[in-house]
């Protein structure tokens, strides 16, 4: 049996999920980030899998997506880059209140995410040492070059409109993960991804698993994938990710 409540915390709506009785004790917690242009209705059975494993699951609402959705969605295409500064900028605000509430368990505080929530997942943990783990489903680690390719802010062919490319992507370039593998290495991470994925290339994880390995950063690495699986995540891929935090959280 679990709980499942819709209740706002730092100002933003999120789903929580925790084993039934036991939604205001200390509890070892995984934020969750769901994909662009989805919610996190869509992505709940994350959260029923992982409070009934006895996790909390928290998850938020990206900016411009289900509750805080403005209802352009042509606006919200070129903002994918600039939502997902925002979902790694909100991480430590959506902590502080949990912790608060005195709901999390010593350290055992971990991100976790599908998509763009999986890019998410592995900023914050780029940018965040008290990140316990972190899992990444069908996500990439390499920011600034995706942008090119995945959801670019802008179309870029003369020199004006690269330099403005350059310039609304400027901000995310300290976020970038595959600038700081070091960070990547010291604390429990999950790859996972389909290998024929059609929207975030398979390559990108195979690109991260292999710089990681190929420095010696491998040693708390747990790389996942599977053949003939496209943009969407599988019963076993949900199984892996909550087997992962069971063992390492």
């Not at 709506?13 to 205001?24: N, S, T, V, W, Y």
């Not at 994925?197 to 708390?220: I, S």
């Not at 990710?241 to 390492?248: A, I, P």
Request: net charge negative.
């Amino acid at each position: 049996m679990i709980e499942l409540t819709t209740e706002t915390l730092a100002g933003i709506e999120c789903l929580h999920a925790a084993p039934a009785g036991q939604r205001h004790a200390r509890l070892p917690t995984v934020l969750f980030y769901h994909g662009f242009t989805s919610s996190k209705e869509v992505y709940a059975y994350f959260a029923v899998a992982l409070a009934q494993a006895g996790f909390r699951a928290v998850m938020p609402d990206a900016d411009m997506h289900g509750a805080r959705y403005h209802g352009d969605a042509e606006s919200r295409m070129s903002h994918f880059w600039d939502i997902l500064k925002q979902n790694i900028d909100e991480v430590p605000q959506l902590e502080a209140a949990l912790r608060e509430n005195d709901l999390i368990s010593h350290d055992r505080f971990a991100v976790a995410g599908a998509s763009m929530g999986g890019m998410t997942a592995l900023g914050a943990m780029a940018r965040y040492p008290q990140i316990h783990s972190v899992a990444c489903m069908m996500g990439s680690g390499y920011f600034m070059q995706l942008s090119n390719t995945l959801f670019p802010p802008l179309v870029a062919r003369t020199t004006e409109q690269k330099a403005q490319f350059a310039e609304r992507m400027a901000p995310l370039a300290g976020y970038d993960p595959c600038g700081q593998l070091d960070k990547l290495a010291n604390r429990p991470l999950l790859l996972w991804h389909g290998e024929a994925d059609e929207v975030v290339p398979f390559a990108e994880t195979t690109r991260l698993d292999t710089a990681l390995r190929e420095q010696g950063l491998d040693a708390n690495l747990t790389s996942l994938s599977e053949k003939h699986i496209g943009h969407k995540i599988t019963p076993s891929g949900l199984t892996a990710l909550v087997s992962f935090f069971k063992h390492r959280l």
